[in-house]
């Protein structure tokens, strides 16, 4: 699947495996910026990230607070 803005991703790797976030950024090609309510905005590999089918509309570089709301009403 394409990690566009918007894209629901859970984290495979690291402290925050198993969490859901959001793609809010792709500022290059093998690395995006994401944000959610467990998981702090941070620049990650596209390694790290398992996309899931969901896309939420939310705008390019979004609030922290957005995110989160776009995900409780998502069921994340």
């Known amino acids: 699947m394409i990690l566009e803005v918007g894209r629901v991703c859970r984290k495979v ?3 925050d495996a198993g969490k859901y976030c959001v793609v809010v950024e ?4 093998k690395f995006v910026l994401v944000d959610g ?3 702090k905005r941070k620049k990650m590999s596209t390694n790290h990230l398992e996309p ?3 896309v939420l509309k939310i705008k390019k570089s ?3 607070e957005t995110v989160v709301k ?3 009403k998502e069921g994340f």
Request: glycine letters at 6%; charged letters at 45%; hydrophobic letters at 25%.
């Open 13 to 15: 790797k690291g402290k």
């Open 62 to 64: 979004a609030r922290t």
């Open 70 to 72: 776009a995900l409780e």
């Open 26 to 29: 792709k500022p290059e090609k």
């Open 52 to 54: 899931l089918p969901t």
């Open 37 to 39: 309510k467990d998981v």
